[in-house]
């Protein structure tokens, strides 16, 4: 499961390549991110330096507890509020980008299909597949939000379960969306698409929470998100290779450097 959960990194890190071979394609990937950084940064920005009068709104019967408690309850209380945002704008973030710049991650997508060889007769979508798909995940990503808000009241030791469980969800979350390219140009089944995660899922996992703690690096989001588009294709690619399907193509070659 470890050496799975490092190939998911590792496939990630594969994605990065593209901007030694493709650097113009990648770039055109930074303006629907670029944009997208801007619009949920005026929505977080607000949150999070008013996270002070939010906690103390939210807990009032402590206002008279002695220190440090009352600043530790309302310092706990503000992390699992910004913990939670942070998964939700980062199922938001995903949403927006791959909508806006759906013609730019096709192309990228594209060019690494055709790359790795075999590529799929069809292409991944167009737009309203991208809005379809990204109404889906900022659902997906409201849930999330709120189940890292419960678990993070959990006294002691709910502020980090609710922050790991956050990263893990997220970026479960964004693998499985950003893979969905692929499977939608070969019009693979939700029971085939099941199969297919069943097979890989420490990998799948792996590239996820990788994915989503590059998300959390200042910028970090800009410029890994056309990363991702690449790597999920390769990803993808590996599982297709690792859990053959009938509707698959026979010849389908796993990537370079599959575990």
Same mark, same amino acid.
């Given at each position: 499961?470890?050496?799975?959960?490092?190939? %998911?990194?590792?496939?990630?890190?594969?994605?990065?390549?593209?901007? #030694?071979?493709?650097?113009?394609?990648?770039?055109?990937?930074?303006?629907?991110?670029?944009?997208?950084?801007?619009?949920?940064?005026?929505?977080?920005?607000?949150?999070?330096?008013?996270?002070?009068?939010?906690?103390?709104?939210?807990?009032?019967?402590?206002?008279?507890?002695? *220190?440090?408690?009352?600043?530790?309850?309302?310092?706990?209380?503000?992390?699992?509020?910004?913990?939670?945002?942070?998964?939700?704008?980062?199922?938001?973030?995903?949403?927006?980008?791959?909508?806006?710049?759906?013609?730019?991650?096709?192309?990228?997508?594209? *060019?690494?299909?055709?790359?790795?060889?075999? =590529? =799929?007769?069809?292409?991944?979508?167009?737009?309203?597949?991208?809005?379809?798909?990204?109404? #889906?995940?900022?659902?997906?990503?409201?849930?999330?939000?709120?189940?890292?808000?419960?678990?993070?009241?959990?006294?002691?030791?709910?502020?980090?379960?609710?922050?790991?469980?956050?990263?893990?969800?997220?970026?479960?979350?964004?693998?499985?969306?950003?893979?969905?390219?692929?499977?939608?140009?070969?019009?693979?089944?939700?029971?085939?698409?099941?199969?297919?995660?069943?097979?890989?899922? *420490?990998?799948?996992?792996?590239? %996820?929470?990788?994915?989503?703690?590059?998300?959390?690096?200042?910028?970090?989001?800009?410029?890994?998100?056309?990363?991702?588009? *690449?790597?999920?294709?390769?990803?993808?690619?590996?599982?297709?290779? #690792?859990?053959?399907?009938?509707?698959?193509?026979?010849?389908?070659?796993?990537?370079?450097?599959?575990?």
């Amino acid at each position: 499961m470890i050496q799975e959960f490092g190939a %998911g990194i590792r496939t990630l890190i594969r994605g990065f390549g593209l901007w #030694r071979t493709r650097p113009g394609l990648m770039n055109l990937g930074l303006i629907p991110a670029v944009i997208s950084i801007l619009l949920l940064g005026a929505l977080l920005l607000p949150l999070i330096f008013g996270m002070t009068s939010i906690s103390a709104w939210l807990t009032p019967f402590a206002e008279e507890w002695p *220190a440090p408690w009352k600043g530790l309850l309302r310092g706990a209380v503000g992390f699992v509020i910004v913990a939670a945002a942070i998964a939700l704008s980062t199922a938001v973030f995903s949403a927006l980008t791959l909508t806006i710049g759906d013609p730019f991650y096709q192309r990228i997508w594209h *060019a690494v299909e055709v790359d790795l060889g075999n =590529p =799929p007769p069809e292409d991944g979508g167009g737009f309203w597949t991208a809005l379809g798909e990204g109404l #889906r995940l900022v659902v997906l990503g409201i849930l999330t939000a709120l189940l890292v808000l419960l678990i993070g009241f959990v006294p002691l030791v709910g502020g980090i379960l609710g922050g790991v469980l956050g990263v893990v969800l997220s970026g479960r979350l964004l693998a499985r969306e950003l893979t969905g390219r692929s499977f939608d140009a070969r019009n693979l089944s939700p029971a085939d698409r099941a199969a297919l995660f069943s097979g890989s899922r *420490a990998r799948v996992l792996g590239f %996820g929470v990788a994915t989503q703690l590059c998300f959390l690096i200042p910028g970090g989001a800009v410029v890994v998100m056309p990363v991702a588009v *690449a790597a999920s294709t390769m990803l993808a690619r590996d599982m297709m290779a #690792r859990t053959p399907l009938a509707a698959l193509p026979p010849a389908l070659p796993p990537t370079p450097g599959q575990a």
